[in-house]
């Protein structure tokens, strides 16, 4: 009885608690985790005593001390089983006062424990060295630049072979790499690149030091945005008192804008990567010009700009924003019709943005106020045909981005809105959002089989969203520093997510405006005077007024500045332009001009 016992609790330690561990690991989602190889070790060493007991001479004594000791003896052979240090044929030798049907299942058993415990000990000496020599490489690059990444991932890889192209002389580093966490494919990346991999958090990394005249870059951007959100509060209590010191955070949540804008930073200069935010934006920097180009005048000459976006996502929710300021250009009109399949999309931009649909200001063409007319599709399947009749009544589109959050539906919403829309003979540039790099170089340029071009562009893929320009050193960041610094210090415009996102809008609706030909717009504030100053500052006067609805800000009621209230987004001068101070009016072509 003692040996089917002790056999049965021996292979249930050895084989269930590392299974249980390893589906725990594996569904990190629910934010619990088990470090497996942990477990692995305890489970084989309990199971390793257990299984050895009955072959202690004693064991089955009844007498408590003989039954005392064979329990010492087994913990310790339990135990010299990790070291090579055990003797089989000392184990087998108790084995003859086992059942004759039950020995040899029993000796393989114990065979199997001796030779499995070794493996782990060799598997927590290699870890030993691992971080030895990561160590050793990480303080052998302490006079080099240093880039480190809180995980080896897709996107960090992309970003990190981009910056070794740009900087081959700077040292790069991964935390959590291991064989478990990442890709055979991506280790043998890292390895290519020259990587230093540690397995412990990028935390631990940041304590390890660096060489202060040397820059720091920390970029807390793995799939948990959460995780990353911790390891950004922790890399700053590490490295506030740091200088050169640069931290990347990747989260798309308001919690993440609030403790980030909140937290003390000291010497750390902190930027939050907003990942849907930054391709709209990247979009608009590098066409958004085309917009204003296939605008086609209405029966009253002013040019209509038609959007059509198709599924309310983040991406879609992010540009239909965008376009309301965007659009407000002088001899343009801006219409959007937006797609969506839940029944209150609509709803949802509204407590988003109360007055952004408000039917006082959507769709009212007023002089010195934001003109748009915006249109939600709430419920609306693009794999019906009740799609297909909304689409073809919307015979002046000129732009169409499809954001359904999967690149097959994409790529096949894409294809049928170029059918759709050639059917009523227009032709508008069609973007669909497409993550794989390797399906978006495949499909450009992808005709049908009588070689008729489908004339679909992809943006939105890994390769180009994951590099330096895009992420450390966008032109577009740096105007919009400029922007900025016309009535604000530099250091406002790291810190606050609000004046970042601010300046970035500015910068993009000047590249537009300059392209449009705007009279005075290349030029300098001192040389606009009179009337040509005055529709300069009642242009940038639109378009701030759509911006701040789209960001959900509210009429205060009041035109006094002590009317303002942030924390419930209500501003005083969301007025119409004639209605403003003449102080007021003037920060509009302060901002508005170079």
């Not at 329990?71 to 089983?81: G, N, Q, S, Y």
């Not at 200088?243 to 003390?264: D, K």
């Amino acid at each position: 009885m003692l040996w089917t016992v002790c056999l049965a609790i021996s292979i249930w330690m050895a084989i269930v608690p590392p299974i249980i561990a390893i589906a725990i690991e594996a569904n990190k989602s629910r934010g619990i985790h088990a470090p497996v190889f942990r477990v692995g070790v305890v489970s084989i060493l309990i199971s390793a005593a257990v299984g050895f007991f009955p072959l202690m001479s004693g064991a089955e004594s009844g007498t408590f001390a003989e039954t005392a000791k064979a329990v010492l003896l087994a913990a310790l052979h339990a135990m010299k089983a990790f070291a090579m240090g055990v003797e089989f044929g000392e184990l087998a030798s108790g084995i003859e006062r086992c059942s004759a049907e039950l020995a040899t299942g029993y000796l393989l058993w114990a065979a199997v424990l001796v030779v499995l415990a070794p493996m782990f000990t060799f598997g927590f000496v290699l870890s030993l060295f691992r971080n030895l020599s990561a160590r050793i490489q990480y303080a052998l690059a302490n006079g080099r630049e240093m880039y480190v990444f809180s995980e080896l991932t897709d996107k960090s890889m992309i970003l990190a072979a981009d910056l070794k192209r740009n900087h081959p002389k700077a040292a790069f580093a991964f935390a959590e790499a291991t064989e478990k966490e990442s890709s055979e494919e991506l280790m043998r990346k890292a390895n290519n690149l020259g990587a230093i991999l540690f397995r412990g958090d990028i935390a631990s990394i940041a304590r390890l030091g660096h060489s202060e005249k040397k820059g720091l870059w920390l970029f807390a951007m793995g799939e948990d945005e959460d995780k990353n959100l911790d390891m950004a509060l922790q890399l700053i209590e590490i490295c506030r008192e740091r200088p050169n010191t640069n931290l990347y955070v990747s989260s798309l949540s308001a919690e993440s804008e609030l403790l980030l804008t909140a937290v003390e930073k000291g010497k750390v200069r902190l930027r939050r990567i907003n990942e849907v935010r930054s391709m709209i934006n990247r979009v608009l920097y590098q066409d958004g010009h085309r917009l204003f180009d296939n605008a086609m005048p209405a029966e009253d000459g002013v040019k209509e700009i038609h959007g059509v976006i198709v599924g309310m996502g983040h991406h879609g929710t992010e540009m239909l924003k965008a376009l309301a300021w965007y659009g407000q250009m002088d001899g343009y009109r801006v219409h959007i019709h937006a797609f969506e399949k839940d029944r209150l999309a609509e709803e949802k931009i509204t407590a988003d943005a109360p007055e952004l649909l408000s039917p006082a200001y959507n769709g009212v063409m007023i002089e010195g106020e934001a003109q748009y007319h915006i249109t939600v599709h709430s419920g609306c399947d693009v794999n019906t045909a009740a799609f297909a009749e909304k689409i073809s009544e919307i015979r002046r589109a000129n732009y169409v981005l499809v954001s359904l959050g999967d690149d097959d539906l994409n790529t096949r919403t894409a294809v049928r809105l170029r059918m759709l829309f050639e059917r009523i003979g227009v032709h508008p540039i069609i973007q669909a959002i497409l993550y794989n790099s390797r399906r978006k170089e495949a499909l450009t340029g992808i005709t049908n089989y009588r070689g008729q071009p489908y004339d679909i562009e992809f943006v939105g893929d890994m390769e180009s969203s994951y590099t330096e320009a895009v992420i450390i050193d966008s032109a577009l960041e740096q105007e919009a520093l400029q922007r900025h610094l016309k009535w604000g210090k530099a250091e406002e415009f790291w810190n606050y997510e609000y004046n970042y996102r601010s300046s970035v809008a500015a910068a993009l609706h000047m590249h537009a405006r300059i392209h449009c030909g705007i009279p005075g717009a290349e030029l300098p504030e001192e040389q606009l005077e009179g009337e040509a100053l005055r529709r300069f500052e009642m242009l940038e006067h639109r378009r701030w007024n759509a911006y701040m609805r789209a960001e959900g800000y509210v009429y205060s009621g009041s035109p006094h500045q002590s009317s303002r209230n942030d924390l419930a987004k209500m501003h005083h001068n969301l007025v119409v332009f004639d209605e403003l101070s003449e102080k007021d009016k003037h920060k509009d072509s302060r901002v508005g001009l170079k």
